[in-house]
């Protein structure tokens, strides 16, 4: 097997993890809320259910953006370049939001031994490119599973 192969089916198993562990937390806040029979439009919930509530479409907001970011970055890297993106998504991070969920997966992937933004732009031209081309090869794959696996909110 060669190692393009191989590589080729890492990024296909993080990124099947990525987006199956965003989709998953939706999931399982929902699969509780049906177990406990909670009405979310009930306007007498208690506290604890309407937490829950928030919480069930915090989450469903998180992957929907999270499939919607995934299709638009790779055009956003190819007209502006990998610096410029990622220094508008790092702009964009915020805690619990699907910018800072990409943001992380990236850094993670490319194994960036420093915040991502400052070592993609100290990087020489052909590690920048090479990181261009490898980023968007795992985007391939985002995009794919975001595509397969985040459904529309009541399917």
Do not use: H
């Not at 089916?9 to 399982?28: F, L, P, T």
């Not at 809320?33 to 919480?55: A, H, N, P």
């Not at 992380?104 to 020489?124: F, G, S, T």
């Amino acid at each position: 097997m060669s190692s393009v192969t191989d590589i080729e089916k890492q990024r296909a198993r993080k990124a099947y993890e990525y987006v199956s562990n965003i989709w998953n937390e939706y999931i399982n806040i929902k699969k509780e809320i049906e177990e406990k029979q909670i009405d979310c439009k009930d306007k007498k919930l208690s506290k604890g259910y309407k937490e829950l509530c928030k919480k069930k479409n915090d989450k469903y907001k998180i992957a929907d953006d999270y499939k919607s970011y995934v299709k638009k970055i790779p055009m956003m890297i190819l007209n502006n370049g990998l610096g410029a993106t990622f220094a508008f998504i790092y702009s964009k991070k915020k805690e619990g939001n699907a910018y800072k969920l990409i943001y992380n997966q990236i850094q993670e992937w490319l194994k960036a031994n420093k915040d991502l933004v400052e070592w993609i732009i100290n990087q020489e031209s052909q590690e920048y490119r090479a990181t261009t081309n490898e980023v968007l090869a795992l985007f391939n794959w985002l995009k794919r599973f975001a595509d397969g696996m985040i459904e529309k909110k009541d399917s």
